[in-house]
């Protein structure tokens, strides 16, 4: 980010926002194929913002649901949970950050 502390935060905030918007999909997927979409997006944008310790959750999840075991990829949803949960938390308390600075 180059120091750009305003940088980091609107990237938090819109992380928290993808990740949170991931995970409500994910609770609410149908299929297989869904989850698998969804969860390689979660993958993505995890490792995107360097949150490379929440990644292996979501290749559980992508894994479970690529074969075809949509009971498994719920449960490995939520054994994530709690991991994906303090993402969400940490880049959100960042982006408050950046709305209380600028207001």
Same mark, same amino acid.
């Given at each position: ?14 992380? *928290? ?6 995970? @409500? =999909?994910?609770? %609410?997927?149908?299929?297989?194929? $869904?989850? &698998? !979409? /969804? ?15 929440? *990644? ?6 992508? @894994? =479970?649901?690529? %074969?075809?075991?949509?009971?498994? $990829?719920? &449960? !490995? /949803? ?23 600075? @600028?207001?």
């Amino acid at each position: 980010m180059g120091g750009d502390l305003d940088l980091l935060r609107e990237v938090a905030e819109l992380g *928290a926002s993808d990740v949170g918007r991931l995970l @409500a =999909a994910l609770d %609410s997927a149908s299929t297989a194929f $869904a989850m &698998v !979409e /969804l969860a390689h997006e979660l993958k993505g944008v995890l490792l995107n913002l360097t949150a490379a310790a929440a *990644a292996p959750s979501a290749v559980a999840i992508e @894994a =479970a649901a690529r %074969s075809g075991d949509l009971h498994t $990829a719920r &449960v !490995e /949803l939520g054994r994530a949970r709690e991991v994906l949960d303090d993402v969400v938390s940490t880049l959100a308390s960042v982006a408050v950050e950046r709305q209380r600075v @600028a207001s």
